[in-house]
């Protein structure tokens, strides 16, 4: 099944070190929103599509350029004085991938992240929390890590381990192959409501990533400014997109009827 999934660079473009953010959807869209907030602020600019047979038959049009539903975004290396450089990558989707494709997608994309010597993979994810749980104002961002050298990084900043749960979907697929393969790979998990987008969370994840990331400067203040906009603006999205897949569903349904009747 790996044969059907393709990568398709729309450009040569250096990967090497860079860090790579992987987004599919999660509880309160915030893998969704922390995706599409960094890729408006850093101005990224899409590089890369994958495309399965087993993929919604859909385009995502912006400015009326169609891609793909799962796209590879990225910026050039910004570096310091002292040589030192990141650049950032991100994978994002709309769509929840197939049980059955999980697996064969975690290992392309951690083959592809082998071909382009990408350092590290970070995906992001939301972990559901009641209103009464919520009532925390600065809930803790947690994390789980693939290798050793990984979990010494990320302990360096305001995060704290999990200590029991389960990382499901790609993310934890991915999280598991990267440590069978002794690949870097961490999942950062923000506490998040569960019944609507929540744009909150995704910025505690972007100001963690911001902070691993000296070179390059996100600024969530705005997304905290319009966090309701944002919210529905992405779930009105989502829906016109299940809506747009259903109406397909049903249409196809119906009885093929002759040319001439």
């Known amino acids: 099944m790996d044969d059907d999934i393709e990568i398709h660079m729309y450009e040569d473009v250096d990967l090497q070190n860079a860090m790579l953010i992987e987004s599919f959807?999660?509880?309160g869209l915030v893998s969704t929103i922390v995706?599409?907030?960094?890729?408006?602020?850093l101005k990224l600019r899409r590089v890369g599509a994958i495309m399965s047979k087993h993929f919604p038959p859909a385009?995502?049009?912006?400015?009326?350029?169609?891609?793909?539903?799962?796209?590879i975004y990225a910026g050039p290396k910004v570096c310091g004085p002292n040589n030192e450089c990141d650049q950032v990558v991100v994978l994002t989707s709309e769509f929840t991938v197939p049980d059955e494709m999980q697996l064969p997608l975690a290992r392309r994309i951690l083959d592809w992240a082998d071909e382009r010597k990408i350092k590290l993979i970070v995906s992001v994810e939301g972990t559901g929390v009641s209103d009464e749980e919520k009532q925390d104002e600065e809930?803790?961002?947690f994390y789980a890590c693939s290798t050793d050298a990984a979990c010494r990084f990320v302990e360096k900043f305001k995060a704290q381990p999990m200590k029991m749960g389960i990382v499901s979907g790609i993310s934890g697929v991915i999280l598991y192959l990267g440590q069978i393969r002794h690949r870097d790979v961490m999942c950062l998990l923000a506490p998040a409501h569960?019944?609507?987008p929540d744009a909150r969370a995704a910025a505690r994840l972007i100001r963690l990533i911001d902070d691993m990331l000296p070179m390059v400067e996100i600024d969530t203040r705005p997304?905290?400014?319009?966090a309701s906009k944002i919210e529905k603006n992405i779930q009105g999205a989502l829906e016109m997109m299940r809506r747009g897949l259903e109406s397909r569903k049903k249409v196809?349904?119906?009885?093929?009827?002759?040319?001439?009747?």
Request: charged share 15%; aromatic share 6%; net charge negative.
């Open 59 to 71: 385009a995502v049009v912006v400015d009326g350029q169609p891609s793909p539903p799962m796209r």
């Open 139 to 141: 809930p803790e961002v």
């Open 252 to 261: 196809g349904a119906l009885p093929q009827a002759g040319m001439y009747g």
């Open 223 to 226: 997304l905290l400014d319009e």
């Open 25 to 27: 959807p999660t509880v």
């Open 194 to 196: 569960m019944q609507f």
């Open 35 to 41: 995706a599409s907030y960094i890729v408006d602020a």
